[in-house]
């Protein structure tokens, strides 16, 4: 150890106690060490109440010193090292040594610290120091995205979606809800997110058509369909007091599908009388991407 020889002392003549500035002698001196005083003798170091104040013995026999020069020898060579490191562990590692409690085994430990056990945990409510995602088989997603996890749970886009809403698609991919549902004065409409689209149209007419004579109407669909839609349907008589005439007015076939968004429907009576209006449900299905 080298000496310390930091800052100034000032010590009166006969007196034990020495003054210093700009020194630290608790943390570069221990009790029993050398003072080299300013008179150039050397005196016992017998106590140390300060960075700045220390006691020597004997007394100091040189002449009154005011910001004199000194020196502190080290006089218990590794020992004194050795309980500066010592200290210096104490220092930086006491507080927590002392969260440990004297814990003799890991059980008791992990209760000293608060630290969770092993098995099923119910004191773990977040890891925010996780960095690396737990995979599937750590009973996580193997993902730190929701992206990520979907593909690591071999998840596809449908379950990003929501089950009924509007539906929409980008290049022939689907981006939107899986099923949209609507209606309008045309009638009503169901999409999926495949492309299919399924139209709905109820309606009546008041036309009076002759038996084995029949009519075309015209219907706008209630949603527009990419290309030509296959149609189906039936009809029947608006009001009837005939058992059995509803059963023998029929849709005809072909229909004139005349694009994506209209019909012209052929009704045929076939009932063997003329009748004062009809009623018919017709379904269309086709595309709409």
Same mark, same amino acid.
């Given at each position: 150890?080298?000496?310390?020889r930091?800052?100034?002392v000032?010590?009166?003549?006969?007196?034990?106690?020495?003054?210093?500035?700009?020194?630290?002698?608790?943390?570069?001196?221990?009790?029993?060490?050398?003072?080299? =005083?300013?008179?150039?003798?050397?005196?016992?170091?017998?106590?140390?109440?300060?960075?700045?104040?220390?006691?020597?013995?004997?007394?100091?026999q040189?002449?009154?010193?005011?910001g004199? $020069?000194?020196?502190?020898?080290?006089?218990?060579?590794y020992?004194?090292?050795?309980?500066?490191?010592l $200290?210096?562990? /104490?220092?930086?590692?006491?507080? &927590?040594?002392?969260?440990?409690?004297?814990?003799?085994?890991?059980?008791?430990?992990?209760?000293?610290?608060?630290?969770?056990? $092993?098995? /099923?945990?119910?004191?773990?409510?977040?890891?925010?120091?996780?960095? &690396?995602?737990?995979?599937?088989?750590?009973?996580?997603?193997?993902?730190? &995205?929701?992206?990520?996890?979907?593909?690591?749970?071999?998840?596809k886009?449908?379950?990003?979606?929501?089950?009924?809403?509007?539906?929409?698609?980008?290049s =022939?991919?689907?981006?939107?809800?899986?099923?949209?549902?609507?209606?309008?004065?045309?009638?009503?409409?169901?999409?999926?997110?495949?492309?299919?689209?399924?139209?709905?149209?109820?309606?009546?007419?008041?036309?009076?058509v002759?038996?084995?004579?029949?009519?075309?109407?015209?219907?706008?669909?209630?949603?527009?369909?990419?290309?030509?839609p &296959?149609?189906?349907?039936?009809a029947?008589?608006?009001?009837? /007091?005939?058992?059995?005439?509803?059963?023998?007015?029929?849709?005809?076939f072909p229909?004139?599908?005349?694009?994506?968004?209209?019909? $012209?429907?052929?009704i045929?009576?076939?009932?063997?009388?003329?009748?004062?209006?009809?009623?018919y449900?017709?379904?269309?299905?086709?595309?709409?991407?």
């Amino acid at each position: 150890m080298p000496w310390y020889r930091q800052g100034t002392v000032s010590i009166t003549a006969g007196q034990t106690t020495v003054v210093g500035v700009g020194t630290d002698f608790p943390a570069n001196s221990r009790v029993g060490d050398a003072f080299i =005083g300013p008179d150039g003798k050397v005196y016992e170091l017998s106590n140390i109440a300060s960075p700045t104040v220390i006691s020597i013995l004997p007394a100091y026999q040189g002449a009154t010193v005011t910001g004199g $020069r000194y020196g502190l020898a080290p006089m218990q060579g590794y020992v004194k090292e050795s309980a500066d490191r010592l $200290r210096q562990l /104490v220092d930086q590692f006491g507080s &927590t040594m002392a969260l440990f409690g004297g814990a003799a085994d890991i059980a008791t430990l992990r209760v000293n610290i608060g630290a969770a056990g $092993r098995g /099923v945990n119910s004191d773990i409510t977040s890891l925010t120091g996780l960095t &690396t995602a737990l995979s599937i088989a750590q009973g996580g997603t193997g993902g730190k &995205t929701a992206a990520e996890a979907r593909a690591g749970l071999g998840l596809k886009s449908a379950a990003a979606a929501d089950i009924v809403g509007t539906v929409s698609q980008a290049s =022939g991919v689907p981006t939107g809800a899986i099923i949209e549902r609507g209606s309008n004065a045309n009638g009503e409409y169901t999409k999926y997110a495949d492309g299919t689209l399924e139209c709905f149209i109820t309606g009546s007419n008041s036309q009076s058509v002759a038996t084995n004579t029949g009519v075309e109407i015209s219907v706008t669909f209630p949603a527009p369909f990419i290309g030509i839609p &296959t149609p189906t349907g039936n009809a029947g008589l608006s009001t009837s /007091v005939t058992t059995g005439l509803a059963a023998r007015i029929t849709v005809g076939f072909p229909f004139t599908v005349s694009g994506a968004s209209s019909m $012209r429907v052929h009704i045929f009576n076939t009932t063997g009388i003329t009748i004062g209006g009809f009623s018919y449900f017709l379904q269309i299905k086709g595309r709409w991407f």
